[in-house]
């Protein structure tokens, strides 16, 4: 339910299970699913030639939508310039580009090819079936992620928890359990946003090499 400061999550796992059991108990919800047009893919070819990305590269969105939670999703804006740094130290030159996607608004990352704005929803989901890695946090593209079964690093907050709208099963998701979770607040947290600033960068970027590892980098 929803009331003038927060939501309040039903019990009973995956939402969409839970919506789903309205109708039928046998409907097992795995993933959301997404079919693209020829012209869609042509658009999203188009970009990758107009871009010259001949090699594998990683998509990053670092930006939230904040129209129902405030920044309560968001990770530092300097953590994801670290993660993009030390990916880019660690990994060395012949490995994946790093590309940011997401709204133009999004503040731009240093060390990126810069695709903000570039694409719709639909378009920069393709673009994520293309790439070797998504690393977001829990919102729009991370279901898109899941959609176009695209190996993910989900850097979570406490407003809902992985078990209630990821894909724990599918994603390497950083989540730190703390007592005021889930809150589903729709503003300031009280706490300092305990959730998501104590997830450290080193932590973001293991889980990242270790997803890359055998499937990039020869």
Same mark, same amino acid.
């Given at each position: ?21 309205? %109708? ?24 990758? #030639? ?11 969105? *670092?930006?939230? #939508? ?15 310039? @670290?993660?993009?740094? *030390? ?6 030159? @012949? ?19 810069? %695709?903000?704005?570039?694409?719709? %929803? ?11 890695? %998504? ?12 959609? &176009?079964?695209? #190996? ?23 989540? @730190? ?13 009280? @706490?300092?946003?305990?959730?998501? *600033?104590?997830?450290?960068? *080193?932590? &973001? ?14």
């Amino acid at each position: 339910k929803e009331t003038r400061k927060k939501f309040e999550w039903k019990d009973g796992g995956n939402v969409a299970t839970v919506i789903l059991k309205r %109708f039928s108990n046998d409907i097992a919800y795995d993933k959301p699913e997404l079919y693209f047009s020829d012209r869609e893919l042509s658009r999203v070819n188009q970009l990758i #030639k107009t871009f010259q990305l001949k090699k594998d590269f990683i998509t990053i969105e *670092s930006g939230t #939508k904040s129209d129902w939670f405030g920044d309560l999703r968001a990770w530092d804006f300097e953590k994801w310039q @670290n993660l993009v740094n *030390s990916l880019s130290s660690s990994l060395g030159n @012949n490995c994946p580009l790093i590309l940011q996607i997401g709204l133009k608004k999004t503040d731009l990352l240093d060390g990126v090819i810069d %695709f903000r704005g570039l694409t719709n %929803f639909r378009e920069a989901s393709i673009l994520i079936s293309k790439s070797k890695l %998504f690393i977001g946090t829990d919102g729009g593209l991370m279901h898109a992620a899941r959609s &176009v079964q695209t #190996k993910s690093v989900i850097i979570w907050g406490g407003v809902t928890l992985p078990e209630f709208a990821g894909y724990p099963n599918h994603h390497s998701i950083i989540c @730190n359990y703390v007592p005021c979770s889930p809150c589903g607040l729709k503003g300031k947290c009280p @706490n300092e946003n305990i959730c998501l *600033s104590t997830i450290e960068v *080193s932590d &973001v970027k293991k889980l990242s090499i270790a997803s890359l590892k055998n499937d990039t980098c020869s």
